[in-house]
Nanobody, 126 residues
Framework: QVQVAESGGGLAQAGGSLRLTCITS???????????MGWFRQTPGSEREFVAC????????DYADSVNGRFTISRDNLQKTVFLQMNNLKPEDTAMYFC????????????????RGQGTQVTVSA
């Protein structure tokens, strides 16, 4: 059973930065490298929103227009970990952020999630 644990959320001021970390367990390194990984966010009463995803190799990335140029996704396959560096934060970035794995970037971006974590809260004040 795959387990996902996110951390790094918290309170930040507009223009500030946070770095989210997603640690997976229950997967071998080879298994982890079979999955594209991504970050999604959700606020109460709203639908889940795609934020960013990264290919199994870490070579290709894709971002939502709303975060492109401000957020950077990366992964460490040896540690089975995924990161989301968030810079120049805006109040509209406030949400619960969760990490997820899927079979391929395109499917993951479309919401075809194979496993996910519970999330970490990010709150950005104006």
């Amino acid at each position: 059973q795959v387990q996902v644990a996110e951390s790094g959320g918290g309170l930040a001021q507009a223009g500030g930065s946070l770095r989210l970390t997603c640690i997976t367990s229950g997967l071998t390194r080879d298994d982890f490298e079979d999955y594209a990984m991504g970050w999604f966010r959700q606020t109460p009463g709203s639908e889940r929103e795609f934020v960013a995803c990264i290919s199994y190799s870490g070579v290709s990335m894709d971002y939502a227009d709303s975060v492109n140029g401000r957020f950077t996704i990366s992964r460490d396959n040896l540690q089975k970990t995924v990161f989301l560096q968030m810079n120049n934060l805006k109040p509209e970035d406030t949400a619960m952020y969760f990490c997820a794995g899927g079979v391929g970037m395109m499917l993951l971006k479309q919401g075809q999630i194979k496993f996910r974590g519970q999330g970490t809260q990010v709150t950005v004040s104006a």
